[in-house]
Antibody
């Protein structure tokens, strides 16, 4: 069974930093693109970042570029999201997600974690 | 970014009825569109990928069609458990989601 378990969410002040982690199990982690997708308070979904199977091609939404860094450790089956210079509008539930296909291009999300709540507020 | 516009905002139907949900893209996305179902307190679930392919374990009453800029998710005969919000998502360029359609079962 595929499992994605996030940790690291919480309350942070504007301008602060936070690191989310996601431990994966039940599949060959090194074979899949991985993603971070967030759901804003109004329920809108936004793709935040994604990274290819071997970690060499990270990419980001314009809204987080230069502030967030996605990375992965395939030896530890773990995905990370380092978030700096956090803003009020980054408040959301952050989902760790596995791609739908074992492929050279990112496609859709087949599996989702339980979500980590990040609240940016003074 | 490619903007996806879903309609209607809310759909209220009885069990056994047919539901038709629309998703329109601001530019052509070929067939690179998927659909998700989200129930309260849960993460989204992938239903359809690349316009018309059902994901693993998805019942046959869910089907997708379309191409270019206009796409449709059809639920052929609504079940009570289909009450949820449905989102479309494109992967032609940086992935984006529609704003969602809420399906209510009377």
């Amino acid at each position: 069974e595929v499992q994605l378990v996030e940790s690291g969410g919480g309350l942070v002040q504007p301008g602060g930093s936070l690191r989310l982690s996601c431990v994966a199990s039940g599949f060959t982690f090194s074979g899949y693109w991985m993603h971070w997708v967030r759901q804003l308070p109004g329920k809108r979904l936004e793709w935040v970042a994604r990274i290819d199977a071997d970690g060499s091609i990270p990419s980001y939404a314009d809204s987080v570029k230069g502030r967030f860094t996605i990375s992965r450790d395939n030896a530890k089956n773990t995905l990370y999201l380092h978030m700096n210079s956090l803003r009020d509008e980054d408040t959301a539930v952050y989902y760790c997600a596995r791609d739908s296909h074992q492929a050279t291009v990112a496609k859709y999300v087949q599996h989702w974690g339980q979500g980590a709540l990040v609240t940016v507020s003074s | 970014d490619i903007v996806l516009t879903q309609s209607p905002t809310t759909l209220s139907l009885s069990p056994g009825e047919r539901a038709t949900l629309s998703c329109r893209a601001s530019q052509s996305i070929s067939s690179y569109l998927g659909w998700y179902q989200q129930k309260p307190g849960q993460a989204p679930r992938l239903l359809i990928y690349d316009t018309s392919n059902r994901a693993t374990g998805i019942p046959a009453r869910f089907s997708g069609s379309g191409s270019g800029t206009a796409f449709t998710l059809t639920i052929s005969s609504l079940e009570p458990e289909d009450s949820a919000v449905y989102y479309c998502q494109q992967r032609s360029k940086w992935p984006t989601f529609g704003q969602g359609t809420k399906v209510e079962i009377k």
